[in-house]
Each structure stands twice: as structure tokens, then as C-alpha cells.
């Protein structure tokens, strides 16, 4: 399994009822392609509000796995027509959480690719409001010696 390192840019829109929030990082990452699946791991950046926290992203066929581990920890399940429930973990407790997944459209290749998530999601059995996830990654360039 080769790892390719690449740049990552992160794109988000979450409406929720008190407006709406457009929030973009960006951050260095690896690839990788197993077996019928393509692997995505980065750490999240300062600004994203999860502190040191490691983030995989698991794209099979139809669906996504995003698996954080770290201060923030979690396993959110994207797939289209099926809603997943599993435990979001902060330093401050832990919470069941929801995702009901609207549309998932992921174009990889080895030199990088986009991924989309359009997603729902319930804290607590709160509404949180609606995502608009966007990922889009690159091979970094190689830098030759001389």
C-alpha cells in the first residue's frame, strides 16, 4: 500500500437555525488506495475547532467512513438512504449523534481528486443543523536536488 502525501483543502457549509457558518482549511495529508477502498488520513487543523485530533477518511463504493481520534473523537457513517448513529466524544462529554446522509460523490485517483458530502446531522436528538462538505486533494509537487 503506497501512501501518496498530499495537500488537502476543506470546504465547508453548515446551516444551522441561527445562520449559517462557511468555514475552508487546509492541511497536508496522505492517499492511499486499498484493496476496493481509498484511505484519506490528516490532522485537523488549528482552526477547525477539534483541537489535536487525527481525522481518517474511508471511501468505499456508495459510502464513507470519517473516523476521528484525538481531543474530539467520533465515527460518522455517510451513506445515502441510511441514517448511522454512533457517539461523538469531547473533552467536555459524549453525546449520540445521527448523520442522515443526502448525497456522496467522491472522483479519486492516486494524484488526488474530490470528495462531497451532503449530510444532516442530530446531537443529543437535537437537530444541529445541515452540512455541505467538500474535499478537494492534491498530490504535493516532488522536490528534486540537484
Known amino acids: 500500500m503506497k501512501k501518496n502525501s498530499v495537500t488537502i483543502t ?79 466524544e469531547t473533552p467536555y462529554g459524549r453525546l449520540p449523534m445521527t448523520v442522515r446522509t443526502l448525497s456522496l460523490n467522491a472522483e479519486l485517483t492516486e494524484a488526488g481528486g474530490t470528495v462531497s458530502i451532503h449530510y444532516q446531522i442530530q446531537l443529543g436528538g437535537a437537530a444541529a443543523g445541515e452540512t455541505r462538505l467538500r474535499l478537494t486533494i492534491r498530490a504535493k509537487e516532488k522536490k528534486y536536488d540537484r
Do not use: N
Not at 485530533?53 to 441510511?82: D, I, K, N
Open 10 to 88: 476543506i470546504r465547508s457549509l453548515q446551516a444551522m437555525e441561527t445562520g449559517e457558518e462557511t468555514m475552508t482549511q487546509r492541511g497536508e495529508g496522505f492517499l492511499c488506495r486499498e484493496e476496493e477502498c481509498w484511505l484519506l488520513s490528516y490532522w485537523e487543523g488549528k482552526d477547525s475547532g477539534l483541537g489535536r485530533t487525527h481525522t481518517t477518511l474511508r471511501l468505499e463504493e456508495g459510502r464513507a467512513a470519517l473516523t476521528r481520534t484525538g481531543e474530539v473523537s467520533s465515527h460518522m457513517v455517510f451513506q445515502p438512504g441510511e441514517p448511522h448513529t454512533s457517539l461523538y
